[in-house]
């Protein structure tokens, strides 16, 4: 049984391939259950936009729309499930949960890349001392504890920049895993870096400390392609690799989220 829920559509401005394309990349390797979580079009008061980043808020209904077509073509091959990964951005989380619940969307995933605002809040991959560090375990922590997210994205995010994995990491580690646990939600081993290592010649998760960690706080764990193009989904190289190195670890992989 094969599930992943972390896929992205060419909509967010980062992303390429026609949605069908990722359904039959899926079906192909055997997936059972696909999810589309692209980045959420928040409605910004400013007007602000970020094409480069996501989606505008006038593409929401053809995304949803679009998905939902492939689930009801494909129904008798795979499950198709459609949803939005979203920052804890406080001033938006009841518009966000107005929003669930009037789309009907079958999911959220936390995947918290701003502090608080993209508008010119710190984007959280580029943390490179304690403080801000602990801003992203703080903002993190509050995100989860929302409960409107089915699983935490890419938890370990600040080590794009955060060197070496040090005390501050492994406290924030404890702190994540603490939160998740205590929640319910489990944490994801993204390979969406690794999968993009040959242009940007560096791996920086998923780090095998940080899910030692998570595994020893009794934190869940699922994986996520966290999927920008159809060949990360076509090619089992990482997924495969992946399997492996939580077996190794110890860490019982999460099969489904709970939608």
């Known amino acids: 049984m094969k599930a992943n829920y972390h896929t992205h559509t060419l909509r967010c401005g980062h992303a390429s391939g026609a949605d069908e394309d990722y359904v039959r990349a899926a079906i192909a390797q055997g997936f059972d259950e696909l999810g589309f979580s692209d980045h959420v079009p928040w409605p910004y008061a400013s007007g602000f ?5 996501r989606m505008l808020l006038s593409q929401m209904d053809e995304y949803l729309g679009s998905i939902r077509a492939l689930k009801k073509k494909y129904a008798d091959r795979i499950a198709i499930r459609v949803g ?3 920052e804890y951005f406080p001033d938006y989380m009841d518009w966000l949960r107005e929003t669930a619940r009037e789309k009907q969307l079958d999911y959220l995933i936390l995947g918290n890349h701003y502090d608080c605002t993209d508008e010119g809040g710190m984007y959280f991959g580029n943390a490179r001392t304690p403080q801000q560090l602990s801003a992203y375990v703080k903002r993190t ?7 409107l997210f089915a699983c ?23 702190e994540l895993s603490r939160v998740c646990r205590e ?11 690794r999968y993009i290592a040959g242009i940007t010649h560096r791996i920086s998760y998923p780090h095998p400390e940080f899910f030692e960690i998570a595994r020893d706080e ?3 764990v699922i994986i996520g392609l966290d999927a920008h193009e ?20 110890g860490i019982a ?7």
């Not at 005390?167 to 404890?174: E, G, H, L, Y």
């Open 49 to 53: 936009t970020h094409p480069s980043v």
């Open 84 to 86: 939005f990964e979203c």
């Open 141 to 147: 922590a509050q995100g989860v504890e929302t409960g």
């Open 152 to 174: 935490l994205a890419h938890p370990d995010l600040f080590l794009r920049s955060y060197r070496p994995f040090d005390d501050n990491c492994r406290a924030a580690a404890r």
């Open 183 to 193: 929640r319910g939600v489990p944490m994801e081993y993204n390979l969406h870096d």
């Open 218 to 220: 009794g934190v869940q």
């Open 230 to 249: 159809p060949q990360e989904i076509a090619d089992p190289t990482q997924w495969n690799r992946a399997t492996q190195e939580l077996d190794a670890m």
């Open 253 to 259: 992989r999460l099969e489904r989220l709970a939608i």
